[in-house]
């Protein structure tokens, strides 16, 4: 006998006709694409690569050499749970993906600069959302981003992996920032500009006290 195998799987049926409907999937593992800019975790290292977890539920290796102007004498020391942002050098469903910190771009610095495109980032807390969420992150005119920025000074970095880095001036501005993000995901504009309007003023009224 035949039997049906279901998997479950987040995303939405929209049903057209009679047995006939559509299945509109939400991904949530992330699928490298070269080019990808993301943000992963440093989860082991050894000989010449670090291993990284970027959330794609495969192999992520760094080369401990694959950083502007790294050297055999002269390269970054990352320990487990140290945060990096890098981008995806190869991306192969049979080999395990390759990361690297070195940019394409004409501006080039070192590493130990600290004016690096790439590399660690230091001091934030990490968000985790759906790749096509970090997505509509990155657009110019994304409203939770636009909105906060009006009112606190901060940095972030957003992985295409779905990983986000946060760092703000302190502790309390940088969980105000991950709730904002997190709370916008399912808001439109309007609803996004006002949660996060009511997050600040509250945030203001606690600093008072």
Request: net charge positive.
């Amino acid at each position: 006998m035949d039997l049906l195998s279901v998997v479950p799987f987040p995303g939405s049926c929209a049903i057209g006709s009679l047995f006939h409907f559509g299945l509109k999937i939400t991904r949530i593992i992330y699928v490298p694409k070269i080019g990808d800019q993301v943000v992963g975790i440093i989860e082991d290292k050894g000989g010449d690569f670090y291993k990284v977890n970027i959330l794609s539920g495969s192999t992520a290796l760094l080369n401990r050499l694959a950083f502007e102007g790294a050297s055999k004498r002269n390269k970054p020391e990352y320990k487990v749970g140290d945060v990096v942002y890098c981008k995806v050098k190869l991306a192969h469903k049979h080999l395990d993906t390759e990361l690297t910190c070195i940019s394409s771009s004409g501006v080039k610095k070192g590493w130990s600069s600290g004016e690096a495109i790439y590399g660690e980032l230091m001091e934030g807390l990490t968000v985790r959302v759906r790749p096509l969420q970090a997505k509509k992150l990155l657009k110019p005119d994304c409203t939770v981003l636009n909105v906060l920025g009006r009112h606190l000074a901060f940095e972030v970095a957003i992985g295409m992996n779905g990983m986000l880095w946060v760092q703000a001036t302190d502790v309390e501005d940088c969980i105000i920032i991950r709730n904002a993000i997190i709370n916008s995901l399912e808001l439109d504009a309007f609803q996004t500009e006002a949660m996060v309007e009511i997050l600040i003023e509250k945030m203001k009224l606690r600093k008072r006290s």
